[in-house]
């Protein structure tokens, strides 16, 4: 690679992702896990995909080289990850919590941009010491395609990052796949709300974000489905591979292997 090349290097993401093929319909979670990396690399970026069969030595590898870090939708987080019993929690994984926990680790040592998509936002909220409502009814309508994708408004913070990122919107109607949901009682120092949603529980957090400079933020819809999301959200996703770009390397290195899964 020539010094030229390298300076137009993209920024790399590792996205995590579930494995399609112990889904019951593998080419739909396929599918799902495609359109995360292509939100991203319509902006520039290079995906990564990660999920649970990598080695350990394909994890450091991709975790390594890795300038940004998407944490995207899947199952419900152990309740044991923030000290609870079930009592809500549906399918989960503890392989999934483990990988992600992993990346997430990697990513905040480094100061790397973290972007969390529904689980993902939960995962951010966990992993920084905060907790998850079990569930609440009234948010998770049918799968995406299996029937009309349920829609609900969201309420912007003003002066949060994603506020920036969507405006001039204060209110955008967002697709709901979720049943558990994080209120101001859950959410985790450290972190401050962007955006809010009402529920049968009362205000629900539907946007998350570091409160001090760091690229850390999460919102609990599914932007990648672009069927059932404004085009403004294009923004969020611009905004983050543009942060990934400022900690993408200029100086070398070797290029990583596109691990556990392809997209």
Known sequence: MSPDQDTDRRPRIVITVAV????????????????YAEAIERH???AIPLDVRASSDERLEALAAMDGLLLSGG??????????????????????????AEAWDAAVARSLPILGLCRGLQAINVFSGGSLLQHV??????????????????????????????APLTRVTVNSFHHQAVRASDLAAGLR??????????PIIEGIESADDR???????????????PAVFEGLFAAFVAAASLRSPRDGGSNPAVVASSI
């Open 20 to 35: 399609a093929e112990r889904s019951n319909d593998p080419d739909r979670a396929r599918r799902k896990n495609e359109l």
């Open 44 to 46: 520039g970026a290079e």
């Open 75 to 100: 199952v419900d987080i152990h309740p044991a990850r923030y000290g609870a019993a079930s009592a809500g929690a549906k399918e989960i994984s503890r392989e999934r919590d483990a990988l992600e």
């Open 137 to 166: 009814d009234g948010h998770a309508g049918p799968g995406w395609g299996e029937g009309p994708t349920r829609l609900h408004e969201i309420r912007l913070d003003a002066d949060t990052r994603l506020a920036t990122f969507l």
């Open 193 to 202: 709300p962007s955006a809010w949603a009402d529920s049968v529980a009362g």
């Open 215 to 229: 690229f850390i933020v999460g919102v609990q819809c599914h932007p990648e489905r672009t069927d059932s999301t």
